[in-house]
């Protein structure tokens, strides 16, 4: 059969090798860390165990399909349940508020809690399934790069809603604009980190988010987050698909205006076929240093990057769940310094991500896993380990502050990932979590394609090109890049 050379194992690279080998092709897939999943990845120690990255996990469909694609029965290999609580919120004077997935639960919520109508809080999800509707067709599974995509009826329909798809005010606008309570616009605007964006400059369209979280479902994967992974490996596996480990790949081979292989280890390995899965920007600074740079998509900002505190907690907070956030008090001044001034504020919101609620066995004993992460500006060469002192101070404070517990000696297990190790891991420019931010309008058309459209055979996945950042827009980078190649059979 035809050889496909896959260059990373992300999760987009996981997909991309399940698809090609049901397409027939013999895949081969290197990776330059010891381990698959890059971002998707796990820590353990000292008796507790840590997903290193991604922690929501949403559209399950989008790993299932590949079972499917396979001919197997997705529950036999990959289990996860629906969350009954997206998230749990703190603020400083003492407001604590349940998102609860179901909508009308969480609609009355915000009613008793924040004061602000159930019957708004019901609209402003409408609106988001509303946006969702409309965009997800056309901007995130198709190729945008393709016409076809432009002329369907689909992108007809698009057209006419393109005044109500808020393309022309930012997140923040339209949050001020539905709600009154600062508490419930904070809440909102904070879906922009999803993608690593800023509330105050992404446009409204991305209020389509919130849709994902309540109207699709917010998911635990049984095992954790790192299954995705695993299960995705052996199903690769299963289909022979094979891994090279400690396999940095360091040049795509290139003739005659077509991929025919890579370099890695200094030795060349043929292919009819190269699908990219690392980040873009780094893949042609030095993957296709020799071949013509698209100058305009290297130079786009990034999105935001993150400082992870992994801590071993000696204790068992009843009030925190899976998802919790402890939010800071001026929202606006914390992005100005994300995404203006390129530093981190001292009051930033802290998220704390406990897979030991879901999973007992993650954590010893009474005790707890914090992922205990903030939202920080991506690296341009800062002085992190003074910021990241500072920040851990802050953080400690605003824990104390707010749980009325001194986290401090109760820490027995200490780990942090910060935007310098993020981009040596996993070769992500910057240490962006998202690839691009989407902090103006244009920046669905400012991603690479899922193809190469100067290099045939050449195709690209993964959360730094088309449509975007995040697990299930990365698979379906996969998805796409996979739809255009020819069968092998
Ligand atoms: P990556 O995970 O970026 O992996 C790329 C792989 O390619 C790596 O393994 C790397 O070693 C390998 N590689 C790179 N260069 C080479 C080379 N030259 N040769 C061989 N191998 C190479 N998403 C969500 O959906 N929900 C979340 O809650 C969420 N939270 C996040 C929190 C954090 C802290 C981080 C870091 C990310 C988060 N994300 C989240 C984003 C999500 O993790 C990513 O969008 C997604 O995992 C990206 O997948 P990818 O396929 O682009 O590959």
Redesign the pocket.
Known sequence: GKKALI???????LAASIRLAVKGYEVAV????AY?????SQIEAFGYRFDA??????EPQLVEELFSLAGKNPGDFFRYQKLDTVCRYFWEDGKRLSAWSDVDRFAEEVETKLGEPAGKVREALKGSAFIYKHLAPLFLERSLHRLSTWTSSKALRTYLKMGQLGLFSTMSQANEQRFDSPKLIQLFNRYATYNGSDPYQTPATLNIIPHLEFGRGAYFPEKGMHDITLSLVELAKSLGVVFHFD????EILVEKGQAVGLV?GGKKFPAELVVN???MV?AYR??LRKQKQPKRLLSQPKSSS?L?FYWGVKKVFPELDLHNILFSEDYREEFGHIFKKGTIHHDPTVYINITSVMKPDDAPAGCMNWFT?INVPNNQGQNWDALITEARKNILAKIHRILKTDLEPLIELEQV?DPRT?ES????AQGA??GNSSNNRFAAFLRHANFSSEIKNLYF????VHPG????L?LLSAKIACGMVESSK
């Open positions: 260059i990373g194992s992300g999760i987009a690279g290197f990776e330059a860390n698959p999943g890059g971002k998707l990255g991604p922690s929501l996990f949403t396999s940095r790949v360091e890695s899965n690392m980040d780094n030095t993957l993150a992870i992460m990932l993020i891991r996993t070769s992500s979590l998202y996945c993964g959360g730094s950042g995040g697990i299930p990365s």
